[in-house]
């Protein structure tokens, strides 16, 4: 399974340059539709310059940001946009471990209240 960052059509402009690169979220393709989608991207690690590791980069174009929604094409397969060179800026260290461990505690938390 493929994890992709996707746009909506609506936040692409003329030219294919992402509006708002934080309206991008992370999703799974099957058969030319949206199957999975996730939250908005984090800007902490995907706008940041001080981290590297996970960058938004191009992205495909969706019809809209649901799930079934249909992924647009061009000639040559999947229509991709861009980020602008301006969207990412330095917002500083990403303490990873940290990141995980509050996800784990807040995951825990709503196990127990679920469960």
Not at 44 to 71: K, W, Y
Not at 74 to 84: I, K, L, N
């Amino acid at each position: 399974m493929r994890i992709r960052h996707v746009v909506a059509q609506d936040n692409v402009d003329s030219s294919g340059i992402i509006r708002d690169p934080r309206r991008a979220r992370h999703c799974v393709v099957v058969a030319g539709r949206i199957a999975d989608l996730s939250g908005e991207v984090d800007p902490m690690t995907h706008l940041n310059l001080d981290f590297s590791s996970h960058q938004l980069g191009p992205c495909i174009v969706a019809e809209r940001l649901e799930r079934d929604a249909r992924i647009l094409r061009d000639d040559d397969g999947f229509r991709f946009a861009e980020p602008s060179p301006f969207a990412s800026t330095r917002l500083g260290r990403v303490d990873l471990d940290q990141r995980r461990a509050d996800w784990l505690a807040a995951h825990r938390a709503r196990t127990a209240v679920g469960g």
